[in-house]
């Protein structure tokens, strides 16, 4: 209160809401019960739903960001390995950046591609940082990735891996799998600690491990929810192109001639649309997963 007025109003300072704010305030991790890893799949299928269009667009953004990677798997030798690790690890780079942006968008509560490019543009020193690290982090796995082996897949090199030395390999497997792991327990919650919460890229990836390692449970339950389900479209998909395929009248043991039947063309241009849909419909609600978890265990209005 003014003393020289005793009827003036007293001021107070006047919280913002989280859409008008450009970062949060973050608590330290909480653990969260069991089950709110199954919630956090249910509330982010109901939030892609609303938002369709702009996941969308998203989704087409991350494919041109991981083209040049697509690319250099083709096309590249194995004689130009530094080249794919290159282009590998410089993927990271607008992986950060696109997941922070969609992390900072779906704060904002409903989807939109401009507010992922403002949620890109407000923290574009920390998340480039933070792309640094994932490529720094992410090196072991992009040697592995672009060894001649991965590129060429050959079954053939393979088996005779494992029939040669299988102790060796089994290990080789099983440590590339626990790097990886790591990995993505530190990068996880990165993103949206940067963009949303306006913590530092190092911290964060740290603060982000933490915080996968006291909720195992959560996570391990929506793994199994999101196994179950992809085993389960998998054989729905089996199932519908085959009932196409009957239904075009092309027998599945017709292989003589089979690839200048119009028909199958028209089949396979289906599938490949439906399957372009299905991952873009994967990483929206990944991504929505990826927020809700984040709010679950860190935000303030987050639920105990």
């Known amino acids: 209160m003014n003393p020289d007025n005793p009827y003036q109003a007293p001021q107070a300072d006047v919280e913002t809401s989280a859409g008008d704010t450009q970062t949060q305030h973050v608590h330290p991790a909480r653990r969260v019960r069991a089950g709110r890893g199954v919630a956090w799949f249910n509330e982010s299928f109901v939030n892609v739903l609303r938002s369709t269009p702009g996941w969308f667009v998203f989704g087409l953004l991350f494919a041109v960001a991981y083209l040049p990677v697509l690319i250099s798997s083709i096309a590249l030798e194995s004689s130009l390995r530094a080249a794919h690790m290159l282009a590998l690890s410089t993927y990271y780079i607008p992986l950060a950046f696109l997941t922070g942006g969609a992390m900072y968008a779906c704060h904002q509560g409903r989807f939109r591609i401009v507010n992922v490019w403002r949620g890109m543009t407000q923290a574009k020193g920390p998340l480039l940082v933070l792309g640094l690290w994932y490529a720094f982090l992410g090196l072991p796995g992009s040697y592995v990735s672009s060894s001649p082996l991965v590129i060429e897949a050959d079954p053939v090199a393979y088996q005779t891996l ?143």
């Open 162 to 304: 494992f029939e040669n030395d299988p102790g060796r390999a089994i290990a080789v497997v099983l440590a590339v799998l626990v790097y990886y792991t790591l990995f993505i327990m530190a990068a996880y919650f990165a993103p949206a600690l940067v963009s949303v919460g306006g913590v530092s890229p190092a911290p964060a990836l740290w603060r982000s491990f933490k915080a996968v390692m006291r909720n195992t449970l959560p996570f391990l339950l929506l793994g199994l929810v999101i196994l179950g389900l992809g085993i389960a479209l998998i054989f729905l998909f089996g199932i519908a192109m085959f009932i196409a395929i009957s239904v075009a009248g092309i027998g599945v043991l017709s292989a003589p001639g089979l690839e200048q039947d119009p028909s199958m063309a028209i089949i396979g241009l289906i599938a490949i649309f439906l399957y372009v849909l299905f991952l873009i419909g994967v990483l929206a609600v990944g991504a929505q997963i990826q927020y809700a978890g984040f709010k679950d265990v860190f935000l303030d209005n987050a639920d105990d």
